[in-house]
């Protein structure tokens, strides 16, 4: 059985806060976490000389490979006004967002996801069909009322199969790497978070699954109903 390779580095806040405006600490990356091929690094980008706070940026890269980053935040640089368990906390929470995120973009390129995305985008072409028909049948040519009365009925569909799938997919997809940050970098503060993954992994998807892929092919016969009341004028 082949290992996984785990670390976890502590960064040095109080040499980076003291240092923050060294030309030596610009453009520098330390690796914060590394993780089944997966880096985890943070970056000093620049500073808020009126908030007094030092902006900071974390990237998430595979095998050398660049894969997202979590935008700026920001801490203070007065020695007066750190609290550094504050801060370690927003950066673990940083890493966390940063995986969520690319999380998101993996779940958003599966067959299930796709297949969401294209019955709602269905349901919504149904619905602005539906409505000029209706805005025809009242003899109204007026283009900005048209656009305005269809994105109202287009609106109004409010399936978000897509927001299932990701919801359901949550912490599936990149689940060790979840569990190995929070592990590492602060199982205390993340225990409901680490709660959550381990019960999510348990859930059963075939529901969301079932009714989604039933509309589909009720599309492909030719059979599918849907049930916007279009608005009265």
């Known amino acids: 059985m082949n290992s996984i390779s785990t670390k976890v580095v502590k960064l040095d ?3 980076i806060l003291d240092n923050f405006y060294k030309p030596a ?10 993780y089944d091929g997966y880096v985890v690094t943070f970056e000093v980008t620049d ?13 998430l890269y595979k095998d050398g ?12 640089f007065d020695k007066e006004h750190r609290n550094l368990k504050v801060i370690y906390r927003g950066i ?13 973009r993996l779940i958003m390129m599966q067959h299930d996801y796709q297949n969401a995305e294209t ?24 283009e900005d009322v048209r656009d305005a009365y269809i994105d109202a009925q287009v609106d109004k569909v409010d399936e978000r199969y897509t927001d299932g799938i990701l919801k359901e997919y949550e ?28 019960a999510l992994n ?10 989604i892929y039933e509309k589909l092919d009720a599309i492909e016969r030719g059979e599918f109903i849907d049930t916007i009341d279009l608005d009265e004028l």
């Open 25 to 34: 600490l610009w453009g520098k990356k330390w690796t914060i976490f590394e």
């Open 119 to 142: 019955l709602e985008e269905y349901m919504r072409e149904q619905v602005a069909e539906a409505a000029a028909e209706f805005l025809d049948s009242l003899g109204i040519d007026n």
């Open 171 to 198: 912490y599936t997809v990149l689940y060790s790497l979840y569990l190995a940050w929070f592990y590492f970098a602060d199982a205390e503060h993340f225990a409901s978070d680490i709660n959550k993954i381990e």
């Open 202 to 211: 348990k859930v059963d998807i075939e529901a969301l699954h079932a009714e």
């Open 92 to 104: 673990a929470r940083a890493v966390y967002h940063v995986i969520n995120w690319y999380e998101k």
């Open 65 to 76: 490979v660049y894969l997202e980053n979590w935008p700026t935040r920001y801490m203070p």
């Open 13 to 15: 806040l109080d040499f």
């Open 47 to 59: 500073i808020k000389l009126t908030d007094r706070t030092v902006g900071y940026m974390v990237e």
